[in-house]
């Protein structure tokens, strides 16, 4: 096995450039620690970004599942205020029991519009694109270089 002279390969941990060609008399060695250095580097860089892709995308989903949890709400005292008026109408005939369901119908609506906004809000989340795009970049890059 031929001698490897790594001594001043250690002080040039730079990544490679794809655009420039790899020397000819590079060592399986040098190419080996080249390699390892960036695809270390490549790791680091995408984990970065999925972490702030991800944090982006989970204040839009906590948004999207408050506005899920008030229209809860809002159904609820809907049903509750419902359930009033329809026992108090039984026992008046008529004035007590028409606020009520009107108060109730109120709700109800409120909680329709809640529900709706936090559903589109809850469509709207995606995880990482980014980090998929730059990914799949990577994949045809590393394909490019195999060939």
């Known amino acids: 096995m031929a001698d ?3 001594s001043n390969r250690a002080a040039d941990t730079t990544p490679l450039d794809p655009t420039k060609p790899l020397e000819a008399d590079a060592s ?3 190419l080996l620690s080249r390699l ?7 790791v680091s860089t995408q984990v ?15 948004k ?10 809002a159904a609820y ?6 359930s009033f008026a329809a026992a108090w109408g039984l026992d008046e005939v008529m004035p007590a029991a028409v606020a009520f369901l009107l ?14 906004t936090g559903r589109k809000q ?13 990914i799949k970049e990577d994949v045809q890059w590393a394909k490019q270089q195999k060939n």
Request: net charge negative.
């Open 4 to 6: 490897v002279d790594l």
């Open 28 to 30: 399986l060695g040098d």
């Open 36 to 42: 390892t250095t960036d695809f270390s580097g490549l």
């Open 48 to 62: 970065e970004l999925a972490k702030v892709e991800i944090k982006e995308e989970v204040a839009q989903a906590g």
């Open 64 to 73: 999207g599942a408050g506005l899920l949890t008030g229209s809860g709400l």
């Open 77 to 82: 005292l809907g049903v509750a205020l419902l």
């Open 103 to 116: 108060v109730a119908l109120a709700w109800l609506a409120i909680a329709a519009v809640l529900y709706t």
């Open 122 to 134: 809850l469509k709207t989340v995606r995880v990482a694109p980014q980090t998929k795009a730059a």
